[in-house]
């Protein structure tokens, strides 16, 4: 991920309360680089002391920063950016580069010293460069580049022609050559993360030598490698995936810096709806989707896009029940012709197209409805969305139900109410909830109440949650004890022990007396013992029954005395 930057590299910024010199002249504090809350999580990881300055010269600034995984991040002086190797791709720096900087700012002498020392080195470096026989120096690198292919690819990208990189094929040998090394019985075992910093690094090469293309090569043969090993990869952390995105992301980016004509582009367009249509691997389809969004800006791309799109277009939905992925797929190529005739402003084809498909497909329905009120025709809008409503399972709906509710609002308050109740009913959601009640009467909300109370209760499986749930916003506490006390189930009387606990002390203790000993006895091991002194804990704190809990306690110890991790816990009772 790159953060644009500037920097005044004779100046580290004090951060927290001060500016931040991007160039001279200018000022701007940390905060207005990043979001909210990649500043709070970026403060809170270098509070933590996660991150770790590997490195520091005067035009770099190095860092190790542990999150899920340890993410490197280089602050780059003379290019004026910020990397890290995390899958951020949102707006400013990410919570690492921040955690960098305050890190930066907290060492300033440390990283003084490092970057003087650097200076130094590199003085040194220079001196001896300058006062080495130009043959014993040749020789010197040409042993150093016979024991070190990374050194040899380097020098090539360093000092070839533009143009004048090696194949494709060549590039994807040597990445299937990193796989081999860490393969078992060809299978990649799950955490074996092979480092791609070796490409990685070359394709930067190419890309400051403006070889776009010969950079683009690289991220092409990372992605086609990528997939054609993930049938033999466990790839459980997404690690593979989150690569796979990145390449093809710096290959779209490098060519549109190469700044190709159209049939050069028209080339690559085809290149990538082809592997988009391959589906390989399965998870890509979105990123070859938006690489083709990102990579077709003019109307030409358009217009070629669309043409190659048709052929492949369906006359009609397959029925989804019989058939998904035919469906998905037949789904996801309409969606890809809605957007295009979108983009180049077709809209007879478009609306064409909607009408035809909006009752098979909910997405096409919702897009449908939105598009018509656009355009100025709320009337059909509204008819398309309540077709939808009687068409589409409620658990598909809730989009159409949001438009229709929001077109209600000041235009029919009875159907306004309807929709948000079904929309409470259908998604649980407790905005819908507080929503209609606003809007209801007193009388017209006691009986939606009634309504909402009887389609919980015939829920026995997710519904008696909710219930008890509402019955203690609407303060029906005396309901709501019944229903908890009825499930005899310890998790439910610790879910809402802070609401009903006190004011139903005796039937609360008794109810935790009967299930707290088998419960203790279900399980082993420190976690569940301490599951066990939390709730002893709450059960302490019901006014009244401190001494009965000291029993309960001491007929614990008596029966779990050969489990000292047990015992152990039970101290702080």
Same mark, same amino acid.
């Given at each position: ?29 940390l ?8 500043? &709070? ?11 770790k300055?590997?490195?520091a010269?005067?035009s ?12 490197r991040?280089?602050i780059?002086? *003379?290019k004026?950016?910020a990397f ?12 690492? =580069?921040v ?9 300033k ?16 470096? /220079? ?16 042993k150093?580049?016979?024991t ?9 990208a360093?000092?070839?022609? =533009? ?24 299978f ?7 480092d ?18 010969e950079?683009?090569?690289?991220? &092409? ?28 992301d710096?290959?779209?980016?490098c =060519? ?9 582009? &028209? ?6 709806f ?12 979105d990123?070859?989707y *938006? ?9 030409d ?31 996801n190529? +309409?969606?890809? &012709?809605?957007?295009?005739l ?15 498909h ?5 997405e ?6 939105? /598009? ?11 008819? +398309? ?24 609002r000041?235009?029919?308050p +009875?159907?306004? $109410?309807? /929709? ?50 509402i019955? +203690? ?13 009825? /499930? ?13 606990a006190?004011?139903?002390p ?6 935790y007396?009967?299930? =707290?000993?088998?419960f203790?006895?279900c ?8 599951d ?14 401190q001494s009965?809990?000291? $029993?309960?306690?001491?007929?614990l ?16 009772l």
């Amino acid at each position: 991920m790159k953060v644009i930057m500037a920097k005044d590299s004779a100046f580290i910024p004090t951060l927290m309360d001060g500016d931040f010199p991007l160039r001279p002249s200018q000022s701007y504090k940390l905060k207005e680089l990043c979001t909210e809350q990649s500043f &709070q999580k970026g403060l809170r990881y270098f509070q933590e002391g996660r991150v770790k300055i590997s490195d520091a010269s005067p035009s770099c600034v190095v860092a190790i920063v542990s999150g899920t995984e340890n993410y490197r991040v280089e602050i780059d002086l *003379d290019k004026f950016h910020a990397f890290c190797t995390c899958p951020y791709d949102l707006e400013g720096f990410c919570k690492h =580069i921040v955690a960098t900087f305050l890190a930066i700012d907290s060492n300033k002498k440390e990283v003084d010293r490092m970057m003087d020392e650097c200076g130094l080195e590199l003085k040194k470096m /220079q001196s001896l460069l300058e006062s080495a026989e130009p043959k014993a120096l040749k020789d010197f690198f040409q042993k150093e580049m016979e024991t070190d292919p990374d050194l040899r690819d380097r020098f090539l990208a360093c000092f070839s022609e =533009i143009g004048d990189g090696r194949s494709l094929s060549n590039y994807r040998r040597e990445v299937d050559s990193l796989f081999d090394e860490v393969e078992e019985r060809g299978f990649i075992l799950y955490g074996a993360e092979l480092d791609f910093a070796p490409f990685e690094n070359l394709a930067k090469i190419y890309v400051r030598k403006d070889d776009f293309l010969e950079a683009a090569k690289i991220y &092409q043969a990372l992605t086609e490698t990528i997939a054609e090993k993930m049938d033999h990869v466990d790839d459980s952390d997404g690690y593979y995936e989150g690569k796979f995105s990145d390449f093809l992301d710096g290959f779209v980016e490098c =060519i549109m810096l190469a700044e190709l004509g159209a049939d050069a582009r &028209q080339m690559h367009i085809n290149y990538l709806f082809k592997r988009y249509l391959q589906k390989d691997p399965d998870f890509s389809q979105d990123d070859y989707y *938006d690489a083709l969004k990102q990579l077709c800006t003019s109307k030409d791309d358009l217009y070629y896009w669309k043409k190659l799109l048709e052929p492949h277009l369906p006359d009609e939905l397959p029925d989804k029940e019989q058939d998904w992925g035919k469906y998905y797929q037949a789904e996801n190529l +309409i969606s890809m &012709q809605l957007h295009l005739l979108t983009r180049l402003g077709e809209m007879a084809d478009l609306y064409a197209l909607m009408e035809k498909h909006y009752r098979s497909s909910y997405e096409f329905c919702l897009q449908y409805t939105k /598009q018509l009120l656009e355009n100025g025709d709320r009337t059909k809008a509204i008819r +398309i969305a309540e077709e939808g409503t009687a068409h589409f399972p409620d658990h598909l709906s809730k989009g159409l139900r949001e438009f229709l509710s929001e077109n209600y609002r000041e235009r029919d308050p +009875i159907k306004y $109410k309807e /929709q948000l109740l079904n929309l409470f009913l259908a998604s649980r959601e407790w905005k819908y909830y507080e929503q209609l009640k606003m809007a209801a009467t007193k009388e017209e909300w006691q009986e939606m109440l009634d309504k909402i109370l009887v389609h919980f209760a015939g829920d026995d499986r997710y519904g008696r949650g909710k219930l008890i749930e509402i019955y +203690i916003r609407e303060e029906r506490y005396d309901s709501a004890v019944r229903e908890v006390l009825a /499930q005899r189930n310890i998790h439910s009387l610790r879910a809402y022990h802070k609401e009903l606990a006190n004011l139903y002390p005796k039937d609360y203790f008794t109810a935790y007396k009967e299930l =707290i000993f088998p419960f203790a006895e279900c399980r082993m091991g420190r976690e569940h013992y301490q599951d066990v002194a939390t709730i002893l804990m709450d059960m302490k704190g019901i006014e009244g029954f401190q001494s009965e809990v000291l $029993k309960i306690v001491e007929r614990l110890r008596r029966e779990n005395k050969r489990k000292p991790v047990f015992i152990d816990e039970l101290k702080a009772l």
